[in-house]
């Protein structure tokens, strides 16, 4: 009687789990292994239910006293349990946005798991092995698949896989309970029970940490939309004024040199207007990809508004920092960019400012840094400036005209671009 009512618990607690996954589809659709991880507890709901009605047609007898009716409802409760694993294992799988089988695997694997238990229709034992090794297996592979997701490794994803493990021992320990005895009645020994509420407890703890891997990976997401600029891929100007925090307080505390860049693609206007804006959108696309490449780690890389891009570079004296961004000027400009009739070589203009012990915000050494940039792009483009004034003191004047006493140090790369760009150089525009 307790192993029927501890089904019974098992069944009614795998249906409540299994709509609280599916109506978390319902609110997140594209988080397929949650449909998935819903039906699968669903099948396994119904195999429990089919236990229980196959133990109260059972009553007290066993064996070759069995009558075939209950005996065919274990049988089938057995296939049903067994597919919904199966498609449990395919859920984590979709999950983690990875490559499944297709779901006509699940019934088709649920009716020859049916039919393996003929042979042993009245040896409960087989039943208990079959079931029990089958669980264990796919538990396996759910174990495995948690393991691989090394980009969302967590304490959850710990926990859910401390879960399988725990019903991977149960499962295992009643399979081995039975090997010496065939004939004996499912129900009858304690590992039977334990394995059942063992079972109740871990299905509750692995459906609550998929529900929380959603939810972060949800909150991750909108973090990212957030913070990340949709077209470029790059931090944007939002996520670089949090990102920063930190650099500009190791400046105050230690004193470590950092300098900031401002890159503008030259005549971007004038790209957008010949080409249209997709082009303009490939090569904002195209600089971004490739200033991830070029650039350092700990480099801070962002999309500042429209052409303009910005990097903060750590432990970077002005000649390290001019060195960096000229680097990735002269890759840039090698790079083709595919038009209407050929390719397109596009340059950028940099300005660049440093503080090596304390600076008052951010918004300081922008300027200074807008202000050089000003300066390359007046002096000609495809150039990098440095606001040597930046150095000491942050320079914050206007850039209506140049005024001798703001010192920049100019860096000519156009003798870099053996084919020049498609765009008239001499143009005056953004």
């Given at each position: 009687m307790i192993f029927?009512?501890?089904?019974?618990?098992?069944?009614?607690?795998?249906?409540?789990?299994?709509?609280?996954?599916?109506?978390?589809?319902?609110?997140?659709?594209d988080e397929v292994g949650l449909r998935d991880w819903g039906m699968s507890e669903a099948l396994m709901a119904a195999g429990s239910l089919l236990v229980v009605l196959g133990l109260y047609l059972t009553g007290d007898s066993s064996?070759?006293?069995t009558p075939f009716l209950a005996l065919l409802i274990r049988n089938v409760a057995a296939g049903v349990a067994s597919s919904g694993w199966l498609l449990a294992w395919l859920g984590i799988r979709r999950f983690y946005h990875r490559q499944a089988f297709s779901y006509w695997l699940v019934p088709a694997y649920g009716v020859v798991f049916t039919l393996m238990m003929v042979p042993g229709?009245?040896?409960?034992?087989?039943?208990?092995?079959?079931?029990?090794?089958?669980?264990?297996?796919?538990?396996?592979?759910?174990?495995?698949?948690?393991?691989?997701?090394?980009?969302?490794?967590?304490?959850?994803?710990?926990i859910a896989g401390s879960a399988m493990v725990m019903v991977i021992v149960s499962w295992l320990l009643r399979a081995l309970s039975v090997i010496k005895d065939l004939h004996r009645a499912s129900g009858t020994a304690i590992i039977d029970q334990m394995c059942i509420y063992t079972s109740i407890v871990m299905s509750l703890v692995f459906t609550y940490s998929l529900i929380l891997l959603?939810?972060?990976?949800?909150?991750?997401?909108?973090?990212?939309?957030?913070?990340?600029?949709?077209?470029?891929?790059?931090?944007n100007r939002r996520a670089f004024f949090e990102a920063s925090k930190p650099m500009l307080a190791a400046l105050q505390r230690h004193g470590i040199s950092l300098a900031v860049g401002i890159m503008d693609i030259d005549h971007f206007k004038r790209i957008n207007d010949s080409y249209g804006h997709?082009?303009?959108?490939?090569?904002?696309?195209?600089?971004?990809?490739?200033?991830?490449?070029?650039?350092?780690?700990?480099?801070?890389?962002?999309?500042?508004?429209?052409?303009?891009?910005?990097?903060?570079?750590?432990?970077?004296?002005?000649?390290?920092?001019?060195?960096?961004?000229?680097?990735?000027?002269?890759?840039?400009?090698?790079?083709?960019?595919?038009?209407?009739?050929?390719m397109l070589r596009v340059t950028f203009s940099a300005g660049i400012s440093h503080a090596c012990h304390s600076v008052r915000t951010l918004d300081d050494l922008l300027k200074a840094a807008d202000y050089a940039l000003y300066q390359a792009k007046n002096a000609g483009r495809n150039r990098t400036v440095v606001n040597e004034d930046s150095v000491y003191g942050v320079s914050t004047e206007g850039a209506g005209t140049l005024p001798s006493e703001i010192k920049g140090r100019h860096r000519n790369g156009t003798d870099l671009l053996p084919r020049q760009t498609t765009v008239a150089a001499g143009s005056s525009e953004a």
């Open positions: 029927q009512t501890l089904f019974f618990v098992l069944f009614t607690t795998l249906l409540i789990q299994a709509a609280a996954l599916l109506q978390s589809w319902r609110q997140n659709p064996g070759t006293d229709t009245h040896l409960p034992g087989w039943r208990i092995a079959a079931t029990s090794l089958s669980i264990c297996v796919f538990s396996a592979f759910i174990i495995w698949e948690l393991n691989r997701a090394k980009t969302e490794r967590n304490l959850v994803t710990h959603t939810n972060q990976r949800i909150h991750q997401r909108l973090r990212d939309q957030a913070y990340i600029d949709p077209l470029t891929g790059a931090l997709a082009v303009g959108d490939q090569v904002l696309t195209q600089f971004a990809n490739l200033a991830r490449e070029v650039l350092r780690d700990s480099d801070l890389f962002a999309r500042y508004g429209g052409e303009e891009f910005v990097i903060l570079l750590q432990h970077s004296n002005p000649d390290q920092a001019t060195q960096a961004i000229d680097h990735l000027r002269e890759a840039w400009a090698r790079q083709d960019i595919a038009v209407a009739g050929g």
